[in-house]
């Protein structure tokens, strides 16, 4: 995941800044860098959101509780046999 995330970054760094140059507003490589380190992390806490959001609509434990633990266990009740 850490590679992931770093790929990102570059990435994100190196578009921001050839955005920057070809705007005609060049910015500095290190302000590109600060405002993709934005953008990641907003960008993975989202996907972090939807994938505990989805795991709870779909009334599973999370893959990766975390320490805190699933945020909601589903009960399931069991029919009486006739």
């Not at 970054?9 to 405002?35: D, F, I, K, N």
């Given at each position: 995941m850490?590679?992931?995330?770093?790929?990102?970054?570059?990435?994100?760094?190196?578009?921001?800044?050839?955005?920057?140059?070809?705007?005609?507003?060049?910015?500095?490589?290190?302000?590109?860098?600060?405002?993709?380190?934005?953008?990641?992390?907003?960008?993975?806490?989202?996907?972090?959101?939807?994938r505990?959001?989805?795991?709870?609509?779909?009334?599973?434990?999370?893959?990766?509780?975390?320490p805190?633990?699933?945020?909601?266990?589903?009960?399931?009740?069991?029919?009486?046999?006739?």
């Open positions: 850490a590679v992931s995330v770093l790929l990102w970054w570059a990435g994100l760094t190196l578009v921001l800044w050839l955005l920057s140059r070809v705007s005609g507003q060049p910015a500095g490589l290190a302000g590109c860098a600060a405002s993709a380190v934005l953008l990641v992390a907003v960008g993975e806490a989202g996907d972090w959101v939807r505990r959001w989805r795991t709870h609509r779909l009334g599973r434990p999370a893959a990766n509780p975390g805190a633990g699933p945020l909601r266990t589903r009960r399931v009740r069991k029919r009486p046999q006739p």
